[in-house]
């Protein structure tokens, strides 16, 4: 059975960093595609970014390009997604997800993935 167990969330002020760590436990993390989401108070679950099996593609939402950095190692089982210039905006609880299927457009919708972590709550003050 897959689990994923994520950690890092926050306090942190703008312009602020962290990283939200995601461990995979479970069948071979190598064949997974990662995604991470993030839900505001309110909102729907949004697509945040996506990294394929290897890591050699990624994707991000517009609102996060340039700040939001995935990194992943198949030899540890886990994953990290690097925050950089932290808005209040970005406050939400933020997912790490994966789905064993291939790396295609698909992975913009929450259904598109297998199994999910906790979430962690990330809070930025202006």
């Known amino acids: 059975q897959v689990q994923l167990v994520e950690s890092g969330g926050g306090l942190v002020q703008a312009g602020d960093s962290l990283r939200h760590f995601c461990a995979f436990s479970?069948?071979?993390?190598?064949?997974?595609?990662m995604g991470w989401f993030r839900q505001a108070p309110g909102r729907v679950r949004e697509f945040v970014a996506a990294m394929s099996r290897s890591g050699g593609a990624t994707d991000y939402a517009d609102s996060v390009k340039g700040r939001f950095t995935v990194f992943r190692d198949n030899t540890k089982n886990s994953a990290y997604l690097q925050i950089n210039s932290l808005k209040p905006e970005d406050t939400a609880v933020y997912y790490c997800?994966?789905?064993?299927?291939?790396?295609?457009?698909?992975?913009?919708?929450?259904?598109?993935?297998?199994?999910w972590g906790q979430g962690t709550q990330v809070t930025v003050s202006s």
């Open positions: 479970g069948r071979s993390f190598g064949y997974y595609i």
């Open positions: 997800a994966v789905a064993n299927k291939f790396f295609s457009g698909h992975y913009y919708s929450t259904t598109f993935y297998d199994y």
